[in-house]
Nanobody
Framework: QVQLVESGGGLVQAGGSLRLSCAAS????????MGWYRQAPGKQRELVAR???????NYADSVKGRFAISRDNAKNTVYLQMNSLKPEDTAVYYC?????????????WGQGTQVTVSS
């Protein structure tokens, strides 16, 4: 299994910045994809950004040019730098990891961290 610990959420004014972190641990020896999803009240969970082991990235159209995802493979940690935040970015942000353990393919979700952007 994989355990994920998130940090970095909070309250920020529109136009401000936040940086989220997510550290993975457990019986996982290879992480293929690390990503961030978010879920706003009354809405479905959606992909924000993800990064593969080779460094390729995907972003939701709504965050392109404002958010940047990165990872530190040595620390099994993924980061999400969020700039120029807007009220519509308000949501619970979840870290997601897909990798390989002794038991095969595994996937883990973080507990979620609240990001609130005030206007």
């Amino acid at each position: 299994q994989v355990q994920l610990v998130e940090s970095g959420g909070g309250l920020v004014q529109a136009g401000g910045s936040l940086r989220l972190s997510c550290a993975a641990s457990g019986s996982i020896f290879s992480i293929n994809v690390m990503g961030w999803y978010r879920q706003a009240p009354g809405k479905q969970r959606e992909l924000v950004a993800r990064i593969r082991s080779g460094g390729s990235t995907n972003y939701a159209d709504s965050v392109k040019g404002r958010f940047a995802i990165s990872r530190d493979n040595a620390k099994n940690t993924v980061y999400l730098q969020m700039n120029s935040l807007k009220p519509e970015d308000t949501a619970v942000y979840y870290c997601n990891v897909v990798g390989v353990s002794d038991y095969g393919l595994v996937e883990g979700w973080g507990q979620g961290t609240q990001v609130t952007v005030s206007s």
